[in-house]
C-alpha cells in the first residue's frame, strides 16, 4: 500500500519520533504550524475517522492515552489542541487516520 504514514511505521521514511507504544506511533510533523506540532497515529492502517467499528474502536482510547502522556513529557502545561481531519472537506491530505497535536502559541477559534 503506497501510505506514507505506514512507510513511517515501517522505518521506510525517517521521522523525528516523539512517543511510541506497541500500537501507537507519535512524530513531529514536517510543516510544523504551531512551535509544538506533533502527529498521533495508530500503527495499524486506518483510512479516517469514516473506518472507526467497535471492532477497532480501542485503538482510538490507546491514542488518547499517548496524547495525555506527551502532554506531560513535553511539559504542555498551558494546553494544546487535538485536531482529526476527515475526507476532502475536512482537509485530510494523507489517508492514514492521524490526530494533529497543537501546542505553544495561542490557537484561534473557529478555525479557517
Ligand atoms: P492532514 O492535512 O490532516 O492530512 O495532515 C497531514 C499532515 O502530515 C500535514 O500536517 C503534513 O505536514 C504532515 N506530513 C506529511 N508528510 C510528512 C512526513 N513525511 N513527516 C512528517 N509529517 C508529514
Ligand atoms: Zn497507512
Request: charged fraction near 20%.
Amino acid at each position: 500500500m503506497d501510505c506514507i504514514f505506514c512507510k513511517i511505521v515501517a522505518g521506510e521514511i525517517p521521522s523525528t519520533k516523539i512517543y511510541e507504544t506497541e500500537n501507537v506511533y507519535a512524530f513531529a510533523d514536517i510543516e510544523p504550524q504551531a512551535p509544538f506540532h506533533a502527529i498521533i497515529i495508530p500503527k495499524k492502517h486506518i483510512k479516517c475517522a469514516d473506518e472507526i467499528t467497535a471492532e477497532n474502536s480501542g485503538i482510538i482510547a490507546e491514542i488518547f492515552e499517548a496524547i495525555a502522556a506527551i502532554s506531560k513529557q513535553e511539559n504542555l502545561k498551558d494546553g494544546y489542541r487535538i485536531v482529526n481531519n476527515c475526507g476532502r472537506d475536512g482537509g485530510q491530505t494523507v489517508g492514514h487516520l492521524h490526530f494533529h497535536m497543537l501546542a505553544g502559541r495561542s490557537l484561534e477559534w473557529p478555525p479557517g
